[in-house]
Structure formats: C-alpha cells, structure tokens
C-alpha cells in the first residue's frame, strides 16, 4: 500500500475488523487527517501516569498496537499492559495483557462509542475508558460481556472526581482534572 502510494509513510492507521482505517485524532469540525491539539494534550497527560503504574507491575504504551487477533489490531491513545518496558520486544501486548484502554475522542467520539467499544469488549479487555474532549469527562466501561460485545458497567465522570483505576490487585486514583486539557 504505501508503495502504491495509498498510505504515507508514517500514516496513522490500525486494524479494525479487518480493514486498515485511519485514525481520526482530530478536533469536531477540523481536518480528520490533523493530529488535534487538545488530543495531544491528553496522550501527554496520560503519560504521565507511567510511573504510578510502574510501581505495581504495569507500563502505559501511547498509540502503538495492541494485537487482538489476526485481523484486530489498534493503536489505543493509551493502554495500560502488565509487566516492564522490554516485555515486548518480540511481539506487541495481546488481548491478556491489558489492564486498561483509553481512547482520547472528539471528532471520533461516536467511533470509539461504537466499533472501538465492541472491539474491546469482544476481546474481554477489563476497562475501557473514552477521555470525551466534547464534554470535559471520562466515560467508564467496566465487566466485558465477550458474547454480546458490550460492556456490562458504564460510570462518567466529570472534571473533579476521582478515577479509581483497577491495576491487577491494585487500584490507582487520579483527578479527572489532570487528564482533561483546558480549553483554548
């Protein structure tokens, strides 16, 4: 493809049900194919949160892939995988090494909503949260019901509460607020 000329080097894509799809990192109304500022903001946010989870077994990867299956393999803004920084330097996290996903959604908000939801839970990934730069909140979806594709448990919450992230044994807190960039 790319020596077709159909992808850039470099293109944002992932794998979803098949089908190579560009990722949409995009402010609503902006050009799908413009990384967004506020989005940008987010993933930096939630990087900071590596070494809390560092601390209790677990890294946090920023969109890189995470394999699925054959035919399933996003690029999460953030997921949260067991073990240190080298685990996997021969394959990337599967399925049964995440703890937690997180989507950073504006422009894709009704995407990750829908197909990233299904996704996720179809696999069984324990939590997954949309950080929803429309509204200023983060969207909670706990209990993956694999056979229905849903999530079983859904909490939003608001600039300040506090985030009780589920790691292995462990729960960290975070303040929504630090996650949630200020508006222009």
Known sequence: MFELGVLRDGEAVELIHGVLVRK???ATGDNTMIHGPRHAQAVMRLQRLDERFRSHGFHLRTQLPVTLS???EPEPDAVMVRGELGAYETRHPG???VAVVVEV???SLAYDRTTKLQLYAAHGIPTYA???LRDDVVELHARPDVAS???LAREVLAVGDVWSIPIGADVITVEVASLVPPRP
């Open 24 to 26: 949409d990192r995009a």
């Open 70 to 72: 054959d035919t399933e």
């Open 95 to 97: 399925g049964s090494d």
């Open 105 to 107: 959604a504006d422009s």
């Open 130 to 132: 949309i950080l929803n």
């Open 149 to 151: 594709m849903r999530y």
